[in-house]
T-cell receptor, first 112, second 110 residues
Framework: EAQVTQNPRYLITVTGKKLTVTCSQN?????MSWYRQDPGLGLRQIYY???????DKGDVPEGYKVSRKEKRNFPLILESPSPNQTSLYFC???????????FGPGTRLTVL | QKEVEQNSGPLSVPEGAIASLNCTYS??????FFWYRQYSGKSPELIMF????GDKEDGRFTAQLNKASQYVSLLIRDSQPSDSATYLC??????????FGTGTRLTVIP
């Protein structure tokens, strides 16, 4: 089944404790991205990757890191999480930006 | 000014009516336009995409694009309770930029 998977689905952590949210797709898509969704602010892009080893900042990259060592995986790293990073996070993949974005199931992160 | 703007709603329509959802965007060079549906607690899923001026129909859904006026709309005919969701407008504004609106919450009343 073609899909985007994310783990964990739910995470409660404390300020400053490094965490990684994994994202994997099995559709051989070149384009992958991370979004955060907050009430009243909609979906905002954090980082995106056009291909392996190619990543770039989206609208709200501060406090986040990503890597793209393999085509299928695009982990999101929070080196020192803060409460303002409490949000719902979605990973997405597509053939390209002009194509349908396939979203993962989401990761609900709470930073205390 | 936000890149993509939508009326947050909520928009309520009776079952069987036409629901009209609107979206405006700021970048005249925008290239691709998408409508995603998001049920509560779920991830967005693509409903329609449109690249050229005019109308594009797919079943009960019609997307309309007017680049001169910088708006894109989604019409849902014969609305069903299962159409109750938040509808997200997304606009590709450059080679690497895809912006989403904040979404319009639609409720179809049986």
């Amino acid at each position: 089944e073609a899909q985007v998977t994310q783990n964990p689905r739910y995470l409660i952590t404390v300020t400053g404790k490094k965490l990684t949210v994994t994202c994997s797709q099995n559709m051989n898509h070149e384009y992958m991205s991370w979004y955060r969704q907050d009430p009243g602010l909609g979906l905002r892009q954090i980082y995106y990757s056009m291909n392996v080893e190619v990543t770039d900042k989206g609208d709200v990259p501060e406090g986040y890191k990503v890597s793209r060592k393999e085509k299928r995986n695009f982990p999101l790293i929070l080196e020192s999480p803060s409460p303002n990073q409490t949000s719902l996070y979605f990973c997405a993949s597509s053939l390209g930006l002009s194509n349908e974005q396939f979203f993962g199931p989401g990761t609900r992160l709470t930073v205390l | 000014q936000k890149e993509v703007e939508q009326n947050s709603g909520p928009l309520s329509v009776p079952e069987g009516a036409i629901a009209s959802l609107n979206c405006t965007y700021s970048d005249r060079g925008s290239q691709s336009f998408f409508w995603y549906r998001q049920y509560s607690g779920k991830s967005p899923e693509l409903i329609m995409f449109i690249y050229s001026n005019g109308d594009k129909e797919d079943g009960r859904f019609t997307a309309q694009l007017n680049k001169a006026s910088q708006y894109v709309s989604l019409l849902i005919r014969d609305s069903q309770p299962s159409d109750s969701a938040t509808y997200l407008c997304a606009v590709q504004t450059g080679a690497n930029n895809l912006f989403f609106g904040t979404g319009t919450r639609l409720t179809v009343i049986p």
